[in-house]
């Protein structure tokens, strides 16, 4: 079993849609969950990082379900620049910092 | 947020050549720095953590003789893979660890795209 396993999508929405998909880890020990951002042929960058109690950062929210070991992340009035691949990204507490990344949820907003 | 640079962005080289790739942190000190590989549509693969000041970590099944990772300073780690082969091109990607109070970050280059010929 993956480490890390995400829907691949990909999900085509419109404009000002809602559009919302989770991550299931595997390792129950898991402290840090984040979402990460990855366009076509560049770095992943960091959108979000994902508390137990839930947060909110403008049009994106993301979720934290301990017990079933998923996160979420839903994007409100999506725009066309939203269109990229979505990294679910867990670590398991420690002095390493090794991070496990899912494949990536694939989102395109359509005009 | 912090910059860490990756150089060069790409490489075209021969079968059994060597290739040396750059990563380095622009504002900030990194004593630890990751090496990551990303093949198509497949999620990023840790190969190793690169300390500064001691060995590299690599993951199983990285060969260590085969990409050679040196973290000379807090700034700078390199990544050399030798004798390159074709089924080594690929997209790798280095981050770089910063510590801000109790909050820890890890922020990525550019990557370098690999094409052994």
């Known amino acids: 079993r993956k480490e890390v396993e995400q829907d691949p999508g990909p999900f085509n929405v419109p404009e000002g849609a809602t559009v919302a998909f989770n991550c299931t880890y595997s390792?129950?020990?898991?402290?840090?969950f984040f979402w990460y951002r990855q366009d076509c042929r560049k770095e992943p960058k960091l959108l979000m990082s994902?508390?137990?109690s839930g947060n909110e950062d403008g049009r994106f929210t993301a979720q934290l379900n301990r017990a079933s070991q998923y996160i979420s992340l839903l994007i409100r009035d999506s725009k066309l620049s939203d269109s990229a691949t979505y990294l679910c990204?867990?670590?398991?507490?420690?002095?390493?910092?090794?991070?496990?990344f899912g494949a990536g949820t694939t989102v395109t907003v359509r005009a | 947020g912090a910059v860490v640079s990756q150089h060069p962005s790409r490489v075209i080289c021969k079968s059994g050549t060597s290739v040396k790739i750059e990563c380095r942190s622009l504002d900030f000190q990194a004593t630890t720095m990751f090496w990551y590989r990303q093949f198509p549509k497949q999620s990023l693969m840790l190969m190793a953590t690169s300390n500064e000041g001691s060995k590299a970590t690599y993951e199983q099944g990285v060969e260590k003789d085969k990409f050679l990772i040196n973290h000379a300073s807090l700034t700078l780690s390199t990544l050399t893979v030798t004798s390159a082969h074709p089924e080594d091109s690929s997209f790798y990607i280095c981050s770089a660890r910063e510590f801000s109070g109790t909050q820890e970050t890890q922020y990525f280059g550019p990557g370098t795209r690999l094409l052994v010929l």
């Open positions: 390792n129950s020990a898991s402290q840090s």
């Open positions: 994902v508390y137990s």
């Open positions: 990204v867990v670590n398991m507490f420690g002095n390493d910092y090794k991070l496990s």
